[in-house]
């Protein structure tokens, strides 16, 4: 029986290796839309400190094993941006709802092709995430938050297909 799931498994990863872990990753609309909603967020914390980023940078030359790692993590990031900071931002910027809706799909599609984003809450980058969120203190973290939205979406973006 294990011999039979083991193939099934593997059957079904290579099946998938070919597509991207989720079709809205690759909308032009919800890509453009986090651009906006970013664009703005960043304009309301003009006079902010802008040096501080949320959202740790990945190398883009990561060998290709360390792509399911990083894809992971960041969904573990989208999760926590679903549940805690866009969850009264409705009226923050028009296409906002869509926006949620589509990344609660990506997160949904990451958690169906594998993605146990429990596993990454101890993650140091979502540890230091965090911890840099608190301490920018209530509206100030969020509009930060909300100004990195297409850091994060590109990074899904990049990370979350398997080739």
């Known amino acids: 029986m294990?011999?039979?799931?083991?193939?099934?498994w593997l059957l079904c990863s290579q099946h998938s290796s070919a597509r991207p872990m989720s079709d809205v990753l690759h909308n032009h609309d919800?890509?453009?839309?986090?651009r906006?909603?970013?664009?703005?967020?960043q304009k309301l914390e003009a006079g902010d400190d802008t040096s501080l980023r949320l959202i740790s940078r990945v190398s883009p030359n990561q060998p290709l094993a360390q792509n399911a790692e990083i894809?992971?993590?960041?969904?573990?990031?989208?999760?926590f941006y679903l549940l805690n900071v866009l969850q009264s931002s409705d009226s923050f910027h028009p296409t906002m709802p869509r926006l949620k809706t589509d990344l609660a799909r990506i997160s949904q599609d990451l958690s169906h092709h594998g993605c146990n984003v429990t596993h990454y809450h101890d993650h140091q980058n979502a540890v230091e995430f965090r911890e840099k969120l608190i301490t920018m203190q209530g509206p100030r973290g969020?509009?930060?938050?909300?100004?990195?939205?297409?850091?994060?979406f590109?990074?899904?973006?990049?990370?979350?297909?398997?080739?």
């Not at 919800?30 to 986090?34: L, S």
């Not at 590109?154 to 080739?163: A, I, K």
Request: include cysteine.
């Open 36 to 41: 906006d909603i970013s664009r703005k967020a």
């Open 142 to 152: 969020i509009t930060k938050a909300i100004g990195e939205i297409d850091i994060l």
């Open 154 to 163: 590109t990074y899904l973006g990049e990370f979350c297909v398997q080739n």
């Open 71 to 79: 894809c992971c993590l960041h969904a573990n990031i989208l999760d």
């Open 2 to 8: 294990l011999l039979f799931v083991c193939f099934a």
């Open 30 to 34: 919800t890509y453009q839309a986090a």
